[in-house]
């Protein structure tokens, strides 16, 4: 799997879909134009547009989620740090998830 792919998966015997992304090591060309070679480093906004009912996630915090009508919540997360394209991580689906700080200050999500 490389770039952005659906995958399905069981729960409560239904079964759900996830669009997410795997960009390791040049997938990121496939969904933005970029310059997607490791030693290109910028920093990212990602702003998701998704059917409501949906969550999407990132590999940054939350910044916004906007209902725009009936159908349609945009999910604004915080710039990324200058980094790789292949850094850059999302998914949406039936997602539910828990954040947390350790004891380290890092954020962890289950």
């Not at 060309?29 to 990602?46: A, G, N, T």
């Not at 939350?62 to 850094?87: A, G, R, W």
Request: proline share 5%; with cysteine; aromatic share 12%.
């Amino acid at each position: 799997m490389e770039g952005l792919y659906r995958s399905s998966y069981i729960s409560d015997e239904e079964e759900h879909y996830l669009l997410s992304t795997h960009f390791e090591a040049t997938g990121a060309r496939q969904v933005f134009p970029c310059l997607d070679e490791p030693e290109f480093k910028s920093v990212f906004s990602i702003k998701l547009h998704i059917p409501k009912g949906k969550t999407a996630i990132s590999n940054m915090p939350l910044l916004s989620k906007v209902k725009h009508d009936e159908n349609i919540v945009t999910y604004h997360f915080q710039d990324t740090p200058k980094m790789s394209t292949y850094l850059v991580a999302f998914a949406v689906g039936d997602l539910e998830y828990t954040e947390v700080r350790s004891y380290l200050q890092l954020i962890l999500r289950k």
